[in-house]
């Protein structure tokens, strides 16, 4: 009896899906794991098939069947999206082909960089600005080779390189700027895959030298005042604006007038001044500006008003006169100095009389006395006097007293001492 053996084969099973383990601008390299059954025959190589993603054709990635699971795809298009996929031959032919692998864009193995950080403006002059920046998170797997800069104005649209070549730091100065506009930068990085993109722009910044105009300084105090000037002192500005101050301009004006003149032709250095040439009997205010390198800064609060007159006042008013003593036609007056001399010493006093039934007061003597108590003569008998007094000095005249008593010069209104005098005139004459 013959006794027949039947050996059943079949192709192997589907590949696992093929992993896109490298890829350039012409070629991708493929792994691959074999099939979990190879169908009872030892699988003698590999079929590979690439497909663009825009096609529906399928064509073979390579001429021949590989025996190894990888595989490098040459010969492909740069720019173009590619798939893959795979099956196992063996002794019964070829299998089932596996999943397609992910799609994937022939390039170089590296991209452009990301986007540096946003610049940053370090210094500002009137024709040049400084700017640094950080490199990008990621350098695309290249490394950078560069930077462009790119410079514009906030008032236009338009992007413009800031230095004509790219440069290798991190930081530029951009010059050439135009003093009073504003300006806006701009960064990109460069590696060997080109250009990536622009970084966020800067803050805007205006070129204008390093450095402002100071502060304005403190309120003028007036110090000192006299007839024809004023002398004011201030405090310098909390700020120098970043630039020495090298002096000071003083404006004056008339408190009735809206107009500031200079108070000094020129600048000066220190923080007092003695203004001088002024109108006296006018009142006036000050204020006061201070110079850096960067110009003229804002005045300051305008001083508290004062008027040129002499560094001293008229005297009060002096005591009230009082009658000391009384004949017939005179009347002795004594009175006690003003409180205050207005910081000039009394020189003397006025004395004026009135009768009680006028309204006109007349001297009471020609000139002024520089004493306390005074004797008027030459009174009419019988009429009621009143007298007041006013002192005298280097500012002039001061208010009168308050008016005396009313006093009636007569016989009998004679003190003792008058009185005794009298009597023994009357018995001389009887002897």
């Known amino acids: ?122 210094a500002v002059d009137s024709k040049q600005i400084t700017i640094l920046w950080s490199p990008p998170k990621s350098d695309g797997g290249s ?57 966020e722009p800067s803050e805007p910044r205006i070129t204008k030298p390093p450095y402002d105009v100071p502060e304005a300084p403190g309120k003028p105090d007036v110090t000192a005042v006299d007839s024809k000037q004023i002398t004011i002192t201030w405090s310098p500005p909390k700020s120098d604006g970043g630039s020495p101050i090298t002096g000071y301009i003083i404006e004056k004006k008339e408190t009735t007038s809206t107009r500031w003149v200079k108070a000094h032709r020129d600048s000066v250095t220190e923080t007092s001044l003695v203004v001088k040439d002024l109108i006296e009997g006018k009142e006036y205010v000050f204020h006061v500006a201070a110079i850096n390198k960067a110009g003229t800064g804002p005045f300051s609060e305008p001083s508290e008003p004062r008027i040129a007159k002499p560094p001293y006042d008229v005297p009060e008013a002096p005591g009230k006169p009082e009658v000391t003593a009384v004949d017939r036609t005179q009347i002795t007056l004594s009175w006690t100095s003003p409180k205050s001399d207005g910081g000039s010493p009394i020189k003397g006093y006025i004395i004026e009389k009135k009768e009680t039934s006028s309204t006109r007061w007349t001297k009471a003597v020609k000139d002024s006395v520089t004493e306390t108590t005074i004797m008027v003569k030459d009174l009419i008998e019988g009429s009621k006097y009143e007298f007041r007094v006013a002192a005298v000095n280097k500012a002039g005249t001061g208010p009168f007293s308050e008016p005396s008593e009313p006093t009636i010069p007569n016989l009998h209104m004679m003190f003792p001492v008058h009185q005794a005098r009298l009597k023994s005139q009357l018995l001389r004459v009887n002897r």
Not at 6 to 15: G, I, Q
Not at 80 to 105: D, L, M, Q
Not at 151 to 170: F, G, L, N, P
Not at 172 to 189: N, P, Q
């Open 1 to 122: 009896m013959t006794i027949i053996y039947s050996c059943s084969l079949d192709v192997p099973e589907a590949p696992s899906k093929p992993e896109v383990t490298a890829v350039d601008r012409s070629q991708i390299t493929l792994t691959w794991s074999s099939p979990k059954s190879d169908g009872g025959s030892p699988i003698t190589g590999y079929v590979i098939e690439k497909k663009e993603t825009s096609s529906t054709r399928w064509t073979k990635a390579v001429r021949d069947s590989v025996a190894d699971t990888t595989l490098t795809v040459k010969d492909l298009i740069e720019g173009k999206e590619y798939e893959f996929r795979v099956a196992a031959v063996n002794k019964a032919g070829s299998g089932p082909f596996s999943e397609p692998s992910e799609p994937r864009i022939t390039k170089p193995p590296y991209d452009i960089p990301e986007a540096p950080g946003k610049p940053e403006v370090t």
């Open 143 to 199: 490394p950078i080779t560069g930077y462009i800069i790119e410079k514009k104005e906030t008032s236009s649209t338009r992007w413009t390189k800031a230095v004509r070549d790219s440069i290798s730091e991190t930081s530029l100065t951009v010059k050439d700027l135009i003093e009073g506009k504003e300006y806006e930068f701009r960064v990109a990085a460069i590696n060997k895959a080109g250009t990536g993109p622009f970084s």
